[in-house]
């Protein structure tokens, strides 16, 4: 199996046993909560409100945390305009 794509063996043994990393389940769980969140709100909540609503939950997040996978996700208030 090794041989056809021309890589190491122990590389092709190494990423059979690869799992998720902490973070990186931990930001998809709240990522989740994040669009749970803004669709909650009708989507009129902004990064601002969606951390004040994960600290309330429990969560120990910064306001940069919550900004980047909003933006991955594109996930944005509505603007009205007067």
Same mark, same amino acid.
């Given at each position: ?14 990423? /059979?046993? &690869? ?13 989740? +909560?994040?669009?749970? =969140? #803004?669709?909650?709100s ?11 609503? /994960?600290? &309330?939950?429990?969560y120990?997040?910064s ?7 909003? +933006?991955?996700?594109? =996930? #944005? ?5 007067f």
């Amino acid at each position: 199996m090794c041989e056809v794509p021309a890589i190491p063996r122990s590389t092709y043994y190494k990423s /059979l046993d &690869k799992t998720i990393s902490n973070p990186k389940y931990e930001n998809e769980i709240l990522t989740q +909560r994040m669009i749970e =969140i #803004h669709k909650g709100s009708k989507t009129r909540y902004g990064a601002p409100k969606i951390h004040r609503q /994960l600290k &309330k939950d429990g969560y120990t997040v910064s306001i940069k945390r919550v900004r980047r996978p909003m +933006r991955k996700e594109g =996930i #944005h208030p509505i603007h009205h305009v007067f």
